[in-house]
């Protein structure tokens, strides 16, 4: 989707010229709003679907313990926001923005990885990321969507069903994609939603927000 070069290179450049514009805090999370485009169509909201590169840093020694244009094969990553798919810290922070939008977002411990820490992060550790958004839309994960998804009324969800309903919507905003698109997103969202690894997303399991931290 993204052709990268060198990911830990575009990485290390972008997360060092990043300056600071604005800034405002919101649930002990501290927000600065580092670009903003000038036009703005839609602001994300709990539910939608993000398409987001993020870097993490401690904020004691501001040592990377993780770069999303390095990990994965380098590409954006996909989530809904403001179900515990990402820390709740950054489903806090990433409320409210614009596509293309830049924020640094101060996450303390217990909105983040608390007192086990995970992986490079410590226990009890703040940490900040440097995030990147580059699309939102309606995601499947919206109260109001599961009707509109589920076209059978059989209350759960088959991949068919979910890929004509992101088309629909890709389609509204004028944005039409291909195929291999709407399989990564779809591939995402199974991962992280089919407890049982049936190949569909019941309505019990549509309701379980369970975390998937980066």
């Known amino acids: 989707m ?17 300056r600071l514009t604005s800034v405002w805090a919101d649930d002990e999370v501290k927000i600065e709003v580092v670009y903003q485009p000038e036009t703005c169509e839609k602001r994300s909201k709990k539910g939608d679907l993000m398409n987001v590169h993020y870097d993490g840093f401690l904020a004691k020694d501001g040592s990377q313990f993780y770069c999303s244009r390095h990990d994965k094969a380098g590409h954006p990553q996909w989530f ?11 489903d ?18 217990a909105l983040a990885f608390g007192e086990k820490g995970k992986g490079p992060v ?30 059978d ?24 994609r291909d195929d291999s698109f709407y399989e990564k997103i779809i591939t995402d969202i199974f991962r992280k939603t ?4 049936d190949g569909i997303i019941s309505a019990n399991e549509y309701n379980i927000y369970q975390h998937d931290e980066l």
């Open 153 to 176: 009324k059989d209350r759960s969800l088959t991949k068919t069903e979910i890929k004509e309903y992101l088309k629909l919507e890709f389609e509204k905003d004028g944005k039409p």
């Open 194 to 197: 089919d407890g049982d690894k």
């Open 80 to 90: 809904i926001l403001g179900v515990g798919q990402v820390i709740k810290g950054l």
């Open 122 to 151: 410590p226990p009890n550790a703040t940490v900040v990321f440097e995030v990147e958004l580059f699309s939102v839309s309606r995601g499947p994960r919206s109260m109001e969507a599961f009707g509109q998804i589920d076209a």
């Open 2 to 18: 993204w052709k990268l070069v060198s990911y830990y290179t575009l990485c290390v450049f972008v997360c060092s010229h990043l």
């Open 92 to 109: 806090i922070g990433m409320v409210n923005m614009c596509a293309g939008e830049k924020r640094k977002i101060t996450v303390p411990s």
